[in-house]
């Protein structure tokens, strides 16, 4: 009896309008003559089908997946669904060597016996699914999940926002022009809370929830693309970039609005020190001075290399470019906070480019102008207005004057000192030697210290009688 149906020839007809498909079909299904099928037509159209039911007879038509000129669901609702009951297949021919059946299952050609063999001891029953029921089910069960999951995305974003607010991400908020680059930063670690909880939850809902059960041996549903949903993950990404341009732009016009009362502040990076310079008052400084609630406007430059001006507290950050005029850049900083801060470079610039700091202090109106009285007072004593220079103009950052090695000789202890040159000569430590040091510092290189580093343009920065005075405190730290 078994034996009889497995006998029994099996009619098919192909529906596709790809002349490939019928005869990759055909090719695919002559290699197996134990199957016992005939292909006894091949039809374009639902038309074309139903015409040549009567005279081929099929017994199971197979439907080209990949052809949209087919309308599934009629070839269903007219042969498996209609009077005729035929068994109607959905196939795609991905290679001479495989098929995949409509639920996506790959298909060895070994397969394809077994799965023949399938096909006869199906009832009427059509391979396709029964579908209007099975749908509502799902839909009920999907949506359940989308709740579940939207519900853990409110709460996990709700969570690592009140957790954001615990952990102190950015320092002291102590210029004006911090306030809208700390809000926008407040508003951008919301978004990335919500978009961290949306990517996480969802996958590792999905991990766990539709994890493969044990004995569990399906092949996954086909899932084939959602257009509304993929509009919706496109614009909503490109319209919050927008959003987020526009705000941006606004920050960045309030932190560079000027004051037209704003203090003028020259500052000059150079290989490593920082250096101010009060025009209004003829002050230079090595520590930056700034009264609170006034604007200061920054104008930065550079004797050297690139630098890049940076106070944590106040935000904002801009370089200071070497090549004259044409290249200052200004940075409007208003200090909120009376306080000490710590200017760095935030532009790698060398060896000591770690250590390019410079100390910042914010005081009242009142002290900034007893400052500035002391400051424009020039003492009498020539050793203590070349410490003055010395400070000012940054000498002290590379030479110390304890006898610790800096990046240049020590100044303790060198004047009158016997040093060895480079070449192998030795020179006395007097007058004309540190005059031609620091004017001409590429001259005479003491042995060990590399050629090249101490900036040569002090000439042009440095009157006559100053550099006597810092000759004359070099001096003074070598008398006993
Ligand atoms: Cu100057 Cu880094």
């Known amino acids: 009896m078994i034996k009889s149906t497995h006998r029994k ?72 669904e209609g009077e005729k009951k035929l068994r109607l297949v959905l196939l795609s021919l991905q290679s001479p060597k495989d098929a995949l059946v409509y639920d996506r299952r790959s298909l ?62 950015l320092p002291t908020q102590a210029s004006a022009q911090a306030r809208p680059i700390d809000n926008l930063f407040g508003l951008e670690f919301r978004v990335i809370a919500f978009l961290f909880a949306l990517i996480v939850v969802f996958m590792l809902y999905s991990v766990i929830v539709f994890r493969r059960k044990p004995g569990d041996t399906n092949d996954a549903a086909h899932i084939e693309g959602n257009t509304k949903l993929e509009v919706v993950w496109t614009v909503a990404p490109l319209a ?51 009264p609170v609630n006034k604007q200061a406007v920054l104008k930065l430059s550079s004797n050297d290399v690139i630098h890049s001006f940076w106070v944590p507290e106040f935000r904002v950050k801009q370089d200071a470019l070497p090549g004259g005029d044409k290249f200052v850049r200004d940075l409007r900083i208003t200090p909120t906070i009376e306080g000490e801060y710590k200017a760095r470079c935030a532009e790698l610039c060398g060896r000591q480019h770690a250590t390019m700091l410079a100390p910042v202090k914010v005081i009242s109106q009142q ?48 004047y009158g000192s016997q040093e060895t040159l480079a070449d192998g000569s030795i020179v006395t430590v007097d007058d004309d030697y540190i005059h ?34 810092i000759i004359a405190f070099i001096k003074s730290l070598s008398s006993p």
């Open 9 to 80: 020839v099996r009619r098919v007809l192909i529906a596709s309008s790809h002349g490939l498909f019928g005869q990759g079909l055909r090719s695919l299904l002559q290699d197996r003559k134990q199957a016992n099928v005939e292909i006894v037509g091949v039809v374009s159209s639902l038309q074309e089908a139903t015409q040549a039911l009567d005279k081929l007879d099929p017994d199971l038509i197979i439907v080209d997946y990949d052809d949209e000129t087919l309308n599934r669901d009629e070839f269903l609702a007219r042969f498996v």
């Open 108 to 169: 060895a050609a070994a397969q394809i016996d077994e799965w023949l063999e399938e096909w006869t001891h199906l009832e009427e029953k059509s391979i396709i699914p029964t579908k209007q029921e099975n749908q509502a089910g799902n839909r009920r069960k999907d949506m359940k999940h989308l709740i579940i999951a939207g519900i853990l995305v409110v709460v996990v974003t709700a969570l690592l926002i009140l957790g954001l607010g615990h952990v102190r991400l």
């Open 240 to 290: 919050t970039v927008l959003i987020f341009a526009y705000l941006g732009g606004q920050s960045l016009a309030e932190t560079v609005r000027p004051d037209p009362q704003a203090l003028e502040i020259k500052v000059i990076g150079q290989q490593w020190a920082w250096r101010f310079e009060y025009p209004k008052y003829g002050i230079v400084s090595d520590t930056l001075m700034m």
């Open 367 to 414: 002290s900034f102008e007893d400052w500035v009285a002391s400051e424009t007072q020039v003492s009498a004593d020539p050793v203590v207005r070349g410490q003055q220079y010395a400070q000012q103009y940054g000498c002290l950052a590379c030479h110390s004057i304890d006898g610790s090695a800096l990046v240049g000789p020590s100044w303790k202890g060198v």
């Open 436 to 469: 031609e040091s620091i004017v001409n510092p590429g001259a005479k290189i003491v042995q060990g210290f590399p050629p090249g580093v101490m900036p040569t343009n002090f000439a042009d920065q440095l009157s006559e009688e100053q550099i006597q005075d």
